[in-house]
């Protein structure tokens, strides 16, 4: 199994790929993954680049994107077709690239690459490597539901699928849901959670459907516990915000926690690197200025992840509650700062947050 498309097949895969629910899948992946604002995304095995394309194209989150494909005709076609400057695009095996090359990644994505892959187990390693501590690994492919249905697969690959399939390729070797869970675990992912595609319905695929995995590396930073902090201007409701996280989110679970105050120079030294690192740094001088945010610290306990992931999907809903509200106006332009009540740093961001909580606590 040699895993690339190349040669005619190629082609063949570029104006067929559409007609496979690709469209649907960088959708369903989009908001599963959320990939947040200045954060940096690997896409290994790009094929047509399509989700890089659509993450590039939304402006305002101003992600850092990399992709990496083995096959130097799919390479070829698509690092003519798009801005080079603004995706940046690898070609080589990623079992072999340089791990220093991309090493720190906040993202890696692997739509439909695992099964090309003779052994599975390098290349979610390879990711492993590759993420920055925090970093998210997303898995999307067919998974077997259990190991059972192999020869289900196989019959359905030859007497339905390659009837209408349009390039030449190997039978897929799947994973099944039982080896995702061991292969993760063992290589030092924790596997946050997974879902079907519910676009992926046909009938004689249910055993074996399109699924989304999420696992985070958090190897070394395991001993850390899940935080969140609430802005110096919603400083009045803090009792009100803090009993409602705690009631719907960490209910089932027992959560004692230390509630420490924050200054500006936290923020400033947590996101130097965002687009706007200017825009931001003058904000939080105006508003800091004699204020104080609430950095709310759980306290280490076997669920701090399943909490902080959570928290993260579920931030949007709580902040909706308490609305936005308008800071100061730059200086430097015309922008206007807004701000949400409560903050939930991304796993890989809460490294650098309990780091510099030591040096910034008041
Ligand atoms: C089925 S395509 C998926 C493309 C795209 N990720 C998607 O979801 O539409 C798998 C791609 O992985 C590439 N590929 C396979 N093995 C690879 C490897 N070891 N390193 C980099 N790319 C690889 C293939 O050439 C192919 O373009």
Redesign the pocket.
Known sequence: M?????GRD?EI?LSA?HKHG?DK??RFIRKYARFPVGSSVL?????????LKFLHDEKGYNRKLFG????PD?FNIISQKIELSSINLLL?????INTSDLCGMDQI?????L???ECHRG?IKKAFEVLRPGGKLFI?DRILDSDEYRNDFTRFWYDKYLQEHEWS?DIPNLLSHESMLALAQEIGFIVISHESADHDSRIETRNFKKKIYELWSIGNIANVSACFLIHPMYINLLDKILGDIMMDYCGSFTCDFNDVVYSGDLIKDVYPGLPWTDLLSEWTDEIYKGEVGRLIILKSNDHWAKILHHLGIAKRKIRKKYGVCLGPRAASGNYMAMYNAFHVPEPWELVDFLRLIRCHLL
Do not use: R
């Open positions: 040699n895993g690339e498309i190349s190629a895969y790929v690709l899948d960088i896409d290994v095995g790009f094929g047509s680049a399509e989700l990496i494909e083995k096959s799919l080589g095996d990623f079992l072999d994505v692997m739509s439909f690459y099964h090309h892959q290349h999307y390729e």
